[in-house]
């Protein structure tokens, strides 16, 4: 018995890209690209009247309706989808609107093909994923919300010092040198580090950094 593939809708205006990358696919056992779109509206119009994908790999920056207006309207009538975001060096404006919608994943489009078939399953699984590259320069912007009030509902109860804590994890620091800047043993930070992931539910720094983000606690 094999495992049924993953069902891919591309979505990107550029037609030698979405054709570059199904052929890249169509390579790879446990995938299979079952449309392709050029701009959102046409995404919808496919996802309106075909079979849904599992994973939508969705451009940012497209003509009538862009990514954002797209992922909007497609995660308020298809919440279970899974929205992989494709995006230049430049965007970073967009990501944290992106994160509130429900994407699930961040590639640069220069992403080698083993990155990207690490972000779909990987989202499949239930998980989410930024590119490592993205990431690195996603972090190096941020800062600590001087709003406290801003933090959604949703967030968890971080104390003053775990919020200190969870920027300098998202910025990539190690527990060693965020306890060499805040002044603190590696071992008091090792604690704070598993109550942080404890109480947000967050298994590594990628997905710290989409919960920052999604939750206020950080702004780019």
Not at 105 to 132: C, H, M, P, W
Not at 178 to 206: E, M, W
Request: glycine share 6%; hydrophobic share 40%.
């Amino acid at each position: 018995m094999t495992d049924t593939p993953h069902k891919i809708l591309l979505v990107d205006d550029h037609a030698l890209f979405r054709t570059g990358l199904k052929n890249l696919l169509s390579l790879e056992p446990g995938f299979v690209v079952v449309g392709e779109a050029s701009n959102g509206r046409e995404a919808l119009q496919r996802l309106e009247n075909e079979e849904l994908p599992d994973v939508i790999l969705l451009d940012i920056a497209m003509p009538q309706m862009n990514g954002i207006e797209a992922a909007e309207e497609i995660m308020r009538r298809w919440p279970e989808l899974k929205i992989v975001t494709l995006s230049m060096f430049g965007e970073e404006e967009y990501y944290f609107k992106m994160v509130s919608l429900g994407v699930k994943a961040f590639l640069l489009k220069n992403s080698d093909i083993g990155e990207v078939l690490e972000a779909i399953r990987t989202v499949v699984d239930g998980g989410t994923y930024f590119s490592q590259e993205l990431l690195f320069n996603l972090v190096s912007n941020l800062k600590t919300s001087n709003d406290n009030r801003s933090a959604t509902d949703e967030a968890a109860e971080l104390s003053e010092r775990e919020q200190e804590i969870l920027l300098e994890i998202c910025k990539g620091l190690s527990n060693q040198e965020i306890g060499d800047k805040l002044f603190i043993s590696k071992r008091t930070v090792d604690k704070h580090r598993a109550n942080i992931l404890a109480k947000t539910n967050c298994r590594n720094t990628a997905n710290l950094v989409v919960y920052a983000i999604k939750n206020n606690l950080v702004v780019i």
